[in-house]
């Protein structure tokens, strides 16, 4: 079946720091792959996606790459921000003609400090 | 902040009873998904509304249905109400079915609480 495993959190970092939030996927076919940040009180955002196998996604100084022989889109940013705390969280579409069916991961806790 | 609008923000109710939440679409927009969020877990799909009629379904029990309006506005209807369907509840809308081009847009969700 279709799957997204996510590394468990939190991740604590300090400003400045480098970021990356490590996402592996189970799926057949061709799936769609996205991140998703939550911040606190807030419903779902999407930050970036990628649809198909080397593409790149970015946002806000956030990237991902679609990695198909690793079955992998780890999420990585240069240097964080305290307002980047929230939570994130990869997903995916297994179906490319209705990407609003998405299987997501269980979701990886980013505190930033000063 | 998207035009996504769901309602009640918060909701108490107790084994067996009925529940209806509600969402307001994006304007523009015809289609809608649900999602149940349970506390530290990734939110899971309960089923899609497209032009009115159910567009796919996750793995939920028939106690959960569903109901879009003609103004794309959609219901969320849970039966015999579980302490496991304690949880936030999001409502997602987009435009076209889900093409690959569109963006979803999440509401901040009704939290439930089952007692």
């Known amino acids: 079946g279709n799957s997204v495993t996510q590394m468990e959190g939190p991740v604590t970092l300090s400003e400045e720091a480098f970021l990356t939030i490590n996402c592996t996927y189970t799926?057949?076919?061709?799936?769609?792959l996205f991140w998703y940040v939550q911040y606190p009180g807030e419903g779902l955002q999407l930050l970036l996606k990628?649809?198909?196998?080397?593409d790149k996604g970015s946002n806000k100084g956030f990237e991902a790459t679609y990695r198909k022989e690793t079955t992998s889109f780890h999420l990585e940013k240069g240097s964080v921000q305290v307002s980047d705390s929230a939570v994130y969280f990869c997903?995916?579409?297994?179906?490319?003609?209705?990407?609003?069916?998405?299987?997501f991961g269980t979701g990886t806790r980013l505190q930033v400090f000063p | 902040e998207t035009g996504v609008t769901q309602s009640p923000t918060h909701l108490i109710k107790t084994r067996g009873q009925q529940v209806t939440l509600r969402c307001s679409s994006q304007?523009?927009?015809?289609?809608v998904s649900w999602y149940q969020q349970a506390l530290g877990q990734g939110p899971q799909f309960i089923f899609q509304?497209?032009?009115?009629?159910?567009?796919g379904r996750g793995n939920f029990p028939p106690r959960f249905s569903g109901l879009q309006f003609p103004n794309y506005s959609s219901e969320l209807n849970v039966n015999a109400l579980e302490l496991d369907d304690s949880a936030l509840y999001l409502c997602?809308?987009?435009?076209?079915?889900?093409?690959?081009?569109?963006?979803?847009?999440f509401g901040s969700g009704t939290q439930l609480s089952v007692l």
């Open positions: 997602a809308s987009s435009g076209q079915g889900g093409s690959t081009n569109e963006k979803l847009f």
């Open positions: 799926a057949t076919g061709y799936p769609s």
């Open positions: 990628a649809t198909k196998a080397d």
């Open positions: 997903a995916l579409s297994p179906s490319p003609y209705n990407t609003d069916k998405l299987i």
């Open positions: 304007s523009g927009h015809n289609t």
């Open positions: 509304y497209y032009r009115e009629e159910e567009n």
